[in-house]
């Protein structure tokens, strides 16, 4: 059976290029437009992954967030055309499980889409490794996203906002290659203009704090040309 995704949002044009995209990639994907309808479609439903648009008619994705996290335990990804991290932190303690900024790139989606699912049914013990909506864990490495702490063998790893900002967002990719540009755009919310070097260093500090090698780092890979490679094998 293919996996089923449920396509909240109400602007069409976009809906349905997103539908398309994925069912070409492989996954059964339905839509539906109006935040009071989408409630009961979900939890009726029952997908994979809801992708669910902040701004709704009739209700908005928060409150939808809100009212089906208790009866469906699917991931949760949700649009925002809003860069406040006010946003961003409300979503995320009511039960969403990521964001993305709008304008959505497609390559950016599915790469997304299929991290969550590597890791099996929220639920499901053979996932690679149980997360909380309070941490991710790998091995020894917690990432706390309540407190945004990090811990390393029960060490207290001390990171700059910055640092902690790209290590949750490869983290939650783990197994999938973003490039500098998908991490510039879903972190600060601007294109990148391939000068900024900001990244680069934020990976050489993360690295050193985490006891990675330098020269030869097995935790978080630097793949040429391509971007960077978050281990799960390698905590």
């Known amino acids: 059976m293919k996996t089923k995704i449920l396509v909240v949002e109400d602007d069409l044009p976009l809906a349905e290029s ?26 009726q439903w029952q997908p994979a992954l809801v992708l669910l648009d902040v701004m709704l008619p009739n209700k908005d994705g928060l409150t939808v967030c809100r009212e089906v996290r208790q009866s469906y335990s699917g991931y949760i990804l949700m649009f925002t055309a809003r860069e406040e991290e006010i946003d961003q932190v409300v979503g995320l303690e009511i039960g969403a499980d990521d964001y993305l900024l709008k304008p959505v790139k497609p390559r950016l989606l599915l790469a997304k889409i299929k991290a969550f699912l590597r890791r099996g049914h929220p639920t499901d013990p053979l996932a690679i490794k149980p997360q909380t909506k309070e941490s991710i ?19 207290h790893i001390q990171l700059t906002d910055g640092e902690y900002d790209l290590l949750l967002l490869l983290a939650k990719n783990a197994g999938v290659i973003l490039s500098r540009s998908d991490i510039v755009e879903q972190i600060k919310g601007y294109h990148y203009d391939g000068i900024e ?33 978050f281990v799960v094998s390698a905590w």
């Open 18 to 43: 997103i539908q398309e995209y994925l069912t070409i990639e492989g996954y059964q994907v339905e839509i539906e437009s109006n935040g009071e309808h989408a409630v009961s479609r979900i939890l």
């Open 137 to 155: 864990t790998f091995g020894q490495l917690i990432i706390n996203t309540h407190n945004r702490t990090v811990s390393l063998a029960t060490q």
């Open 197 to 229: 070097r900001g990244v680069d260093n934020h990976i050489s500090q993360i690295r050193k704090k985490l006891g990675d090698n330098a020269r030869n780092p097995i935790k978080i890979k630097t793949i040429r040309s391509k971007g960077y490679l």
